[in-house]
């Protein structure tokens, strides 16, 4: 497995896997859990992608359950997670609205939850989950520098942000923010050209992608891009899943895809994107596909 240096002494591995879906299946054991971790570990993906929200506030106990019943598995795993998101659900049952909330109090209350709930001392990665348009940007900003100070988190950055969310964050923080987890597949290709990869790409700041499979309609849908697909996948003895994650691997910014899915045998698969071939033709061809039409 490919790695990510992530900072100094930190690296992620080139596919991350995601726990969003977690707490919908319909086992949810310590050991079911250490089964799909082992599964992520035995390909070298040891990169595990958490926030509070998940599973209803839950997914992030339920691993937490698997981690105290196995302990070696925490030293063999970086964990990112992510807070600012409020619904009505599990902790914050009751939230009159969804909203988001940067502030310092709850930013510095989420990690203290986070790392309870896991049974770790330290998140690898934080990530603010989505940009809030009431963010008092010195307030978060040093909220994030003092977590990162006093050893709770090793690194911080963001998801879903654009460029303005990040420079008027960043503005604020002594700490560098390290990664922008944001949507990209063929399905959500704009962030090719609108700015948002390039921008990273330009910094050096490696990219997390969500949804690199478009939520499953890639693999599910029909349709142009799910033919061509099918067609270099049939030439290259795997699924059109790899294929797809191949797409944003072959990208020189770095890109990172979070793959999501509670079936182990599924999990056991996640690596064959990189056996997958994508030279600049067949990657304009998907892409083209993507778009509907040529490229201007």
């Given at each position: ?12 591995s080139?596919?991350?896997y995601?726990?969003?879906?977690l707490?919908?299946?319909t086992d949810t054991?310590?050991?079911?859990v ?7 570990l035995?390909?070298?993906?040891t990169?595990?992608d ?19 019943a196995?302990?070696?598995l925490k ?7 992510k807070?600012?998101?409020?619904v ?5 049952a009751?939230?009159g609205v969804?909203?988001?909330?940067t502030?310092?109090?709850h930013?510095t209350a989420?990690?203290d939850?986070s790392l ?7 998140i690898d ?6 940009p809030d ?10 909220a994030?520098d003092?977590l990162?100070a ?7 950055g ?8 990040w ?12 990664t922008?987890?944001i949507?990209l597949?063929?399905?959500?290709h704009?962030?090719?050209?609108n ?6 790409q330009?910094?050096g700041?490696?990219?997390m ?21 099918a067609?270099?996948?049939?030439e290259?003895?795997v ?5 797809a994650v191949?797409?944003l691997?072959a ?8 793959m999501g899915t ?9 690596s064959?994107?990189?056996k ?6 067949t990657?304009f061809?998907?892409?083209t596909?993507a ?6």
């Amino acid at each position: 497995m490919q790695r990510i240096q992530i900072t100094n002494d930190l690296s992620f591995s080139r596919i991350i896997y995601g726990m969003w879906r977690l707490g919908d299946d319909t086992d949810t054991s310590p050991k079911h859990v250490q089964a799909k971790i082992e599964s992520c570990l035995a390909q070298g993906i040891t990169t595990m992608d958490q926030a509070d929200i998940y599973g209803g506030y839950m997914a992030e106990e339920i691993m937490g359950h698997a981690l105290r019943a196995a302990p070696a598995l925490k030293h063999q795993i970086e964990i990112v997670t992510k807070c600012d998101i409020i619904v009505s659900a599990g902790r914050y049952a009751g939230a009159g609205v969804k909203h988001y909330d940067t502030s310092a109090a709850h930013v510095t209350a989420s990690v203290d939850h986070s790392l309870r709930l896991m049974g770790v001392d330290r998140i690898d990665t934080l990530l603010i989950h989505r940009p809030d348009p009431l963010m008092d940007h010195h307030d978060t900003g040093a909220a994030l520098d003092a977590l990162v100070a006093t050893g709770k988190v090793r690194s911080v950055g963001v998801s879903n942000f654009k460029q303005h969310d990040w420079t008027l964050l960043q503005s604020a923080m002594q700490t560098p923010l390290i990664t922008n987890q944001i949507e990209l597949s063929l399905t959500a290709h704009q962030g090719f050209t609108n700015g948002d990869v390039a921008y990273l790409q330009e910094r050096g700041v490696p990219i997390m992608a969500w949804s690199p499979l478009g939520g499953g309609a890639l693999m599910t849908g029909t349709g142009a891009v799910q033919d061509a697909l099918a067609a270099v996948a049939a030439e290259q003895a795997v699924d059109s899943a790899a294929v797809a994650v191949a797409w944003l691997l072959a990208h020189p910014a770095r890109i990172m895809p979070v793959m999501g899915t509670n079936a182990i045998g599924r999990i056991k698969t996640l690596s064959d994107a990189l056996k997958v071939t994508m030279d600049r033709e067949t990657w304009f061809t998907l892409y083209t596909a993507a778009l509907g039409q040529e490229v201007p």
